[in-house]
């Protein structure tokens, strides 16, 4: 089991979560891939996509359902610094995953999030566990909880 898979459980068990986490057989590294897998809607995938904050430089997390796009525009505002790209190597870093399997729990360091209110609209929504082929699935409010995620308008 892959360290970043071990971490996202163990932030599971320390917020008191039940998640199942599912293995794929083959890579979900996008919204579409890890619909098709699950069979769910393609908003029903939460996409965590991570900018830089160019004040701060911090990054910063806007979990998005799988078939919205980030408005770096809006984000910006929202965020209230001007943000800029977060390349793999910081992405790393920071959260301790590999682009393309980013949780929305279980980082190496406390990262601000902000959620895409779409995702609201369901009652679940599944997520990646750390790598590309680990997913897990969480009721909605659960997980503005666990992230401690602010919900907001920032997608086009």
């Known amino acids: 089991m892959s360290k970043s898979l071990?971490?996202?459980?163990?932030?599971?068990?320390?917020?008191?979560?039940?998640?199942?986490?599912?293995?794929?057989?083959?890579p979900t590294t996008t919204a579409q891939q890890a619909a098709g897998e699950v069979n769910c809607h393609l908003n029903q995938i939460a996409k965590s996509i991570i900018f830089l904050g160019q004040t701060s430089?911090?990054?910063?997390?806007?979990?998005t359902a799988g078939g919205n796009r980030v408005s770096p525009k809006k984000a910006a505002v929202i965020?209230?610094?001007?943000?800029?790209?977060?390349?793999?190597?910081?992405i790393?870093?920071?959260?301790?995953?590999?682009?393309?399997?980013?949780?929305?729990?279980g980082?190496?360091?406390?990262?601000r999030c902000?959620?895409?209110?779409t995702l609201?609209?369901?009652?679940t929504v599944w997520a990646a566990a750390g790598t590309p082929h680990h997913l897990f699935s969480i009721a909605c409010g659960t997980l503005v909880q666990a992230t401690s995620g602010i919900t907001a308008d920032f997608c086009e």
């Open 79 to 90: 965020a209230g610094e001007q943000l800029g790209k977060a390349d793999a190597a910081l």
């Open 92 to 105: 790393r870093a920071q959260t301790g995953f590999a682009i393309g399997g980013v949780s929305p729990i």
């Open 107 to 111: 980082h190496l360091n406390p990262i």
């Open 114 to 117: 902000f959620i895409d209110p």
């Open 6 to 26: 071990k971490r996202v459980m163990q932030h599971a068990e320390e917020l008191g979560l039940k998640i199942d986490i599912l293995k794929m057989d083959v």
């Open 57 to 63: 430089n911090s990054p910063i997390l806007f979990l």
């Open 120 to 123: 609201l609209s369901f009652e």
